[in-house]
Protein backbone atom coordinates (compact mmCIF):
# COMPACT_ATOMS: atom_id res chain seq x y z
CA UNK A 1 0.00 0.00 0.00
CA UNK A 2 1.45 3.75 -0.82
CA UNK A 3 1.34 5.57 1.74
CA UNK A 4 0.49 9.26 1.50
CA UNK A 5 2.92 12.16 1.59
CA UNK A 6 2.68 15.17 3.18
CA UNK A 7 4.48 18.03 3.61
CA UNK A 8 4.99 20.47 6.18
CA UNK A 9 7.50 23.52 6.94
CA UNK A 10 10.37 23.27 9.48
CA UNK A 11 11.54 19.34 11.54
CA UNK A 12 10.00 17.42 14.30
CA UNK A 13 8.36 19.35 17.01
CA UNK A 14 7.02 21.98 14.86
CA UNK A 15 3.19 23.57 15.06
CA UNK A 16 2.74 22.46 11.41
CA UNK A 17 3.37 18.93 12.21
CA UNK A 18 1.24 18.97 15.33
CA UNK A 19 -1.29 20.41 12.82
CA UNK A 20 -0.51 17.57 10.28
CA UNK A 21 -0.90 14.47 12.73
CA UNK A 22 -4.24 15.93 13.76
CA UNK A 23 -6.00 16.35 10.77
CA UNK A 24 -4.61 13.21 8.87
CA UNK A 25 -3.31 10.89 11.96
CA UNK A 26 -0.08 8.63 12.14
CA UNK A 27 -0.83 6.72 8.92
CA UNK A 28 0.53 9.14 6.75
CA UNK A 29 4.37 10.11 5.64
CA UNK A 30 5.19 13.87 6.93
CA UNK A 31 7.57 15.74 4.85
CA UNK A 32 10.40 18.07 5.80
CA UNK A 33 10.56 21.22 4.23
CA UNK A 34 12.62 24.38 4.61
CA UNK A 35 10.31 27.04 3.80
CA UNK A 36 6.69 27.77 3.26
CA UNK A 37 7.00 28.15 -0.75
CA UNK A 38 9.14 24.96 -0.62
CA UNK A 39 5.79 22.80 0.59
CA UNK A 40 3.87 24.51 -2.32
CA UNK A 41 7.22 24.05 -5.00
CA UNK A 42 6.56 19.99 -3.34
CA UNK A 43 3.19 19.99 -4.36
CA UNK A 44 3.09 21.60 -7.71
CA UNK A 45 6.48 18.76 -8.63
CA UNK A 46 4.15 15.94 -7.02
CA UNK A 47 6.73 15.41 -4.45
CA UNK A 48 3.78 15.34 -2.06
CA UNK A 49 0.16 14.91 -2.23
CA UNK A 50 -0.97 17.43 0.02
CA UNK A 51 1.10 20.26 1.92
CA UNK A 52 -0.40 22.12 5.70
CA UNK A 53 0.76 25.57 6.01
CA UNK A 54 -0.13 27.65 9.14
CA UNK A 55 -2.48 31.14 7.86
CA UNK A 56 -4.21 32.85 10.61
CA UNK A 57 -2.84 33.18 14.29
CA UNK A 58 -5.75 34.09 16.94
CA UNK A 59 -3.00 36.80 18.59
CA UNK A 60 -0.76 38.14 15.78
CA UNK A 61 -3.35 37.44 12.72
CA UNK A 62 -2.60 36.72 9.33
CA UNK A 63 0.42 34.88 8.14
CA UNK A 64 0.80 37.06 5.27
CA UNK A 65 3.21 35.11 3.32
CA UNK A 66 0.86 32.14 2.97
CA UNK A 67 -2.18 34.23 1.44
CA UNK A 68 0.70 34.95 -0.58
CA UNK A 69 1.47 31.90 -1.77
CA UNK A 70 -2.21 30.10 -1.98
CA UNK A 71 -2.35 32.95 -5.22
CA UNK A 72 0.74 32.60 -6.38
CA UNK A 73 0.51 28.74 -7.15
CA UNK A 74 -2.06 26.59 -8.57
CA UNK A 75 -3.17 24.73 -5.14
CA UNK A 76 -6.66 24.78 -3.47
CA UNK A 77 -7.76 24.44 0.07
CA UNK A 78 -9.23 21.07 0.88
CA UNK A 79 -9.24 21.45 5.31
CA UNK A 80 -8.42 22.91 8.09
CA UNK A 81 -6.82 22.02 11.11
CA UNK A 82 -6.45 24.66 14.24
CA UNK A 83 -3.58 23.88 17.11
CA UNK A 84 -3.22 25.55 20.56
CA UNK A 85 0.11 27.22 20.26
CA UNK A 86 1.91 26.81 23.85
CA UNK A 87 5.61 28.16 23.47
CA UNK A 88 8.19 28.04 26.28
CA UNK A 89 11.61 29.29 26.47
CA UNK A 90 14.66 26.83 26.20
CA UNK A 91 18.25 26.12 26.02
CA UNK A 92 20.73 23.16 26.36
CA UNK A 93 20.90 21.40 29.73
CA UNK A 94 22.90 23.18 33.20
CA UNK A 95 21.46 26.64 30.93
CA UNK A 96 20.11 29.26 33.47
CA UNK A 97 17.83 32.42 32.08
CA UNK A 98 20.54 34.55 33.34
CA UNK A 99 23.28 32.99 30.58
CA UNK A 100 20.76 34.08 27.95
CA UNK A 101 22.27 36.64 25.34
CA UNK A 102 20.72 35.24 22.33
CA UNK A 103 17.04 33.71 21.06
CA UNK A 104 16.50 31.94 17.97
CA UNK A 105 13.10 31.66 17.03
CA UNK A 106 10.23 32.22 14.17
CA UNK A 107 9.07 35.31 13.60
CA UNK A 108 5.68 34.28 14.91
CA UNK A 109 7.28 32.91 18.28
CA UNK A 110 8.69 36.29 18.95
CA UNK A 111 5.04 38.06 18.19
CA UNK A 112 3.17 36.01 19.85
CA UNK A 113 5.54 35.90 23.25
CA UNK A 114 6.38 39.49 23.00
CA UNK A 115 5.23 40.58 26.64
CA UNK A 116 7.22 38.13 27.86
CA UNK A 117 10.28 38.88 25.69
CA UNK A 118 9.84 43.13 26.76
CA UNK A 119 11.41 42.02 30.23
CA UNK A 120 14.60 41.21 28.59
CA UNK A 121 17.39 42.51 26.72
CA UNK A 122 17.90 39.59 24.77
CA UNK A 123 19.02 39.49 21.15
CA UNK A 124 15.79 38.12 18.92
CA UNK A 125 17.11 36.07 15.65
CA UNK A 126 14.53 35.41 13.79
CA UNK A 127 14.78 31.59 12.26
CA UNK A 128 12.78 29.16 9.97
CA UNK A 129 10.91 27.43 12.28
CA UNK A 130 9.82 27.08 16.30
CA UNK A 131 11.59 23.34 15.74
CA UNK A 132 14.36 24.09 13.71
CA UNK A 133 15.51 27.08 16.03
CA UNK A 134 15.31 24.61 18.99
CA UNK A 135 17.65 21.71 16.84
CA UNK A 136 19.95 24.51 15.97
CA UNK A 137 20.26 25.22 20.14
CA UNK A 138 21.12 21.52 20.57
CA UNK A 139 23.72 21.60 17.96
CA UNK A 140 25.32 24.77 19.09
CA UNK A 141 25.76 23.33 22.67
CA UNK A 142 26.32 26.48 24.45
CA UNK A 143 24.39 28.20 26.89
CA UNK A 144 24.09 31.59 26.03
CA UNK A 145 21.57 30.83 23.04
CA UNK A 146 18.06 29.87 23.64
CA UNK A 147 14.59 28.73 21.65
CA UNK A 148 11.17 29.21 21.48
CA UNK A 149 9.49 26.80 20.54
CA UNK A 150 7.17 23.63 21.44
CA UNK A 151 7.51 21.52 24.70
CA UNK A 152 7.76 18.35 22.33
CA UNK A 153 10.64 20.29 20.26
CA UNK A 154 12.43 20.67 23.59
CA UNK A 155 12.29 16.46 24.31
CA UNK A 156 13.12 16.14 20.95
CA UNK A 157 16.02 18.15 20.86
CA UNK A 158 17.43 17.19 24.40
CA UNK A 159 16.69 20.46 25.52
CA UNK A 160 15.11 22.00 29.28
CA UNK A 161 12.42 24.51 29.59
CA UNK A 162 14.04 27.43 31.26
CA UNK A 163 10.55 29.40 31.23
CA UNK A 164 6.92 27.70 30.62
CA UNK A 165 4.50 28.73 28.32
CA UNK A 166 5.51 32.61 27.49
CA UNK A 167 3.24 33.25 24.96
CA UNK A 168 1.10 36.72 25.67
CA UNK A 169 -2.36 35.06 25.23
CA UNK A 170 -3.27 31.86 27.12
CA UNK A 171 -5.76 30.88 24.49
CA UNK A 172 -3.30 31.20 21.90
CA UNK A 173 -4.21 29.18 18.42
CA UNK A 174 -2.93 29.14 14.98
CA UNK A 175 -4.96 28.12 12.10
CA UNK A 176 -3.73 25.95 9.35
CA UNK A 177 -4.78 25.35 6.12
CA UNK A 178 -4.69 21.79 4.08
CA UNK A 179 -3.51 22.16 0.86
CA UNK A 180 -3.81 19.69 -2.60
CA UNK A 181 -3.69 20.19 -5.94
CA UNK A 182 -7.08 19.87 -7.27
CA UNK A 183 -10.43 21.95 -6.04
CA UNK A 184 -12.44 19.10 -4.48
CA UNK A 185 -16.12 19.37 -2.60
CA UNK A 186 -18.25 16.95 -1.14
CA UNK A 187 -21.24 17.84 0.96
CA UNK A 188 -19.57 17.72 4.09
CA UNK A 189 -18.08 20.94 2.81
CA UNK A 190 -18.87 24.16 4.79
CA UNK A 191 -16.50 27.21 4.35
CA UNK A 192 -15.27 28.58 0.76
CA UNK A 193 -12.46 30.69 0.36
CA UNK A 194 -11.88 32.60 -2.46
CA UNK A 195 -9.20 35.88 -3.98
CA UNK A 196 -9.97 38.42 -5.87
CA UNK A 197 -9.36 41.91 -7.01
CA UNK A 198 -11.48 44.39 -8.21
CA UNK A 199 -10.80 47.59 -10.34
CA UNK A 200 -9.93 50.70 -8.75
CA UNK A 201 -13.39 52.43 -8.74
CA UNK A 202 -15.92 53.96 -6.21
CA UNK A 203 -18.40 50.74 -5.17
CA UNK A 204 -16.44 47.87 -6.89
CA UNK A 205 -15.54 45.93 -3.65
CA UNK A 206 -19.02 46.53 -2.25
CA UNK A 207 -20.61 45.35 -5.90
CA UNK A 208 -18.54 42.29 -4.94
CA UNK A 209 -19.84 42.10 -1.18
CA UNK A 210 -23.68 42.65 -1.87
CA UNK A 211 -23.82 39.10 -3.22
CA UNK A 212 -23.33 37.69 0.10
CA UNK A 213 -25.84 39.94 1.84
CA UNK A 214 -28.42 39.45 -1.35
CA UNK A 215 -28.30 35.65 -0.89
CA UNK A 216 -27.97 35.60 3.20
CA UNK A 217 -24.35 33.97 2.62
CA UNK A 218 -22.18 34.22 5.88
CA UNK A 219 -19.16 36.23 5.18
CA UNK A 220 -16.19 34.59 7.88
CA UNK A 221 -13.50 36.79 7.02
CA UNK A 222 -12.00 39.50 4.81
CA UNK A 223 -8.00 40.00 4.06
CA UNK A 224 -6.36 42.30 2.12
CA UNK A 225 -2.63 41.99 0.71
CA UNK A 226 -1.13 44.48 -2.00
CA UNK A 227 -1.00 42.88 -5.39
CA UNK A 228 2.23 43.85 -6.00
CA UNK A 229 2.69 45.39 -9.58
CA UNK A 230 0.75 48.22 -8.74
CA UNK A 231 0.49 50.51 -5.51
CA UNK A 232 -1.89 50.40 -3.50
CA UNK A 233 -3.86 48.16 -5.38
CA UNK A 234 -5.14 44.92 -3.09
CA UNK A 235 -6.39 41.05 -3.21
CA UNK A 236 -9.24 40.16 -1.19
CA UNK A 237 -9.02 37.33 0.51
CA UNK A 238 -12.79 36.31 1.96
CA UNK A 239 -14.41 32.86 3.40
CA UNK A 240 -17.75 32.19 3.87
CA UNK A 241 -19.84 29.67 4.50
CA UNK A 242 -21.58 27.70 1.90
CA UNK A 243 -21.19 24.80 -0.21
CA UNK A 244 -20.24 25.07 -3.92
CA UNK A 245 -22.92 22.75 -4.99
CA UNK A 246 -25.59 25.05 -3.79
CA UNK A 247 -27.22 26.69 -6.71
CA UNK A 248 -27.47 30.32 -4.46
CA UNK A 249 -23.87 29.62 -4.05
CA UNK A 250 -22.89 29.18 -7.90
CA UNK A 251 -24.71 31.49 -8.67
CA UNK A 252 -23.15 34.10 -6.24
CA UNK A 253 -19.58 33.06 -7.29
CA UNK A 254 -20.65 33.73 -10.56
CA UNK A 255 -21.53 37.18 -10.22
CA UNK A 256 -18.62 37.99 -8.31
CA UNK A 257 -16.38 36.52 -10.35
CA UNK A 258 -17.89 39.05 -13.85
CA UNK A 259 -17.37 41.76 -11.12
CA UNK A 260 -13.23 40.95 -10.46
CA UNK A 261 -10.21 41.66 -12.67
CA UNK A 262 -9.06 38.53 -10.78
CA UNK A 263 -10.75 36.05 -9.21
CA UNK A 264 -9.87 32.25 -8.33
CA UNK A 265 -12.04 29.79 -5.87
CA UNK A 266 -9.11 28.47 -3.32
CA UNK A 267 -11.40 26.03 -1.92
CA UNK A 268 -14.52 24.51 -0.60
CA UNK A 269 -13.86 22.67 2.78
CA UNK A 270 -14.93 21.68 6.24
CA UNK A 271 -14.91 24.74 8.63
CA UNK A 272 -12.55 23.27 12.05
CA UNK A 273 -13.72 23.52 15.27
O1 LIG B 1 5.28 25.42 12.73
C1 LIG B 1 6.12 26.05 13.41
O2 LIG B 1 6.65 25.55 14.40
C2 LIG B 1 6.53 27.41 13.00
O3 LIG B 1 7.59 27.87 13.37
C3 LIG B 1 5.61 28.24 12.17
C4 LIG B 1 4.51 28.93 12.98
C5 LIG B 1 3.88 30.07 12.11
O4 LIG B 1 4.41 30.47 11.11
O5 LIG B 1 2.83 30.58 12.53
C6 LIG B 1 3.45 27.98 13.31
C7 LIG B 1 2.67 28.13 14.42
C8 LIG B 1 2.90 29.20 15.39
O6 LIG B 1 1.95 30.23 15.09
C9 LIG B 1 4.26 29.78 15.30
C10 LIG B 1 5.04 29.58 14.19
Known amino acids: MTVLKVGFQGVKGAYSEEALIQFFGDTVEPVTHKTFEDVCKALEDDTITYGVLPIENSSTGAITDVYDLL ?3 DCYIVGESRVKVNHHLMGIPGSTIEDIKDVYSHPQGFEQSK ?8 KLIPYYNTAKSAEYVMNQNKKQI ?11 YGLHILANQINSNHQNTTRFVILGKNLT ?3 TCNKIS ?22 DINMLKIESRPVGHTPWEYYFYIDFEGNMNDTIIKDALAHMSKDCHHFKLLGNYKKSN
Open 71 to 73: NKY
Open 115 to 122: DYLSGYNW
Open 185 to 187: SDN
Open 194 to 215: VVLSTPHKAGALYHVLKHFAEN
Open 146 to 156: AAIASKKAAQI
